[in-house]
Nanobody
């Protein structure tokens, strides 16, 4: 069974930065595509970023392109989301997910973490 645990959320001022981390445990990390999603109050969960098995392919939602970076460390079985130039609209619970397809669709991911809150406010 795969388990995912996110960390690194918190309160940050507009324009600031945060790095989220997701610790993977269970089956071989290297066979999973890893993604980040977010859900703001009253809104549906939305795609943020995805990274392929090898790390050679990444994709981002338009609102975060150029500001967020997803990365993975297979030796540590970790995936990260570096978030720069944060905006109040980025406020949400951020979820880490693992799946077997490179996709932006949440329903295609098999495993989810519990989420970490990111609040962007002055």
């Amino acid at each position: 069974q795969v388990q995912l645990v996110e960390s690194g959320g918190g309160l940050v001022q507009p324009g600031g930065s945060l790095t989220l981390a997701c610790a993977f445990s269970g089956r071989a990390f290297g066979i999973y595509v890893m993604g980040w999603f977010r859900q703001a109050p009253g809104k549906e969960r939305e795609f943020v970023a995805v990274i392929s098995y090898s790390g050679g392919h990444t994709d981002y939602a338009d609102p975060v392109k150029g500001r967020f970076t997803i990365a993975r460390d297979d030796a540590k079985e970790m995936v990260y989301l570096r978030m720069n130039s944060l905006e109040p609209e980025d406020t949400a619970v951020y979820y880490c997910a693992a799946g077997r397809q490179i996709t932006t669709m949440a329903r295609k991911f098999d495993y989810w973490g519990q989420g970490t809150q990111v609040t962007v406010s002055s």
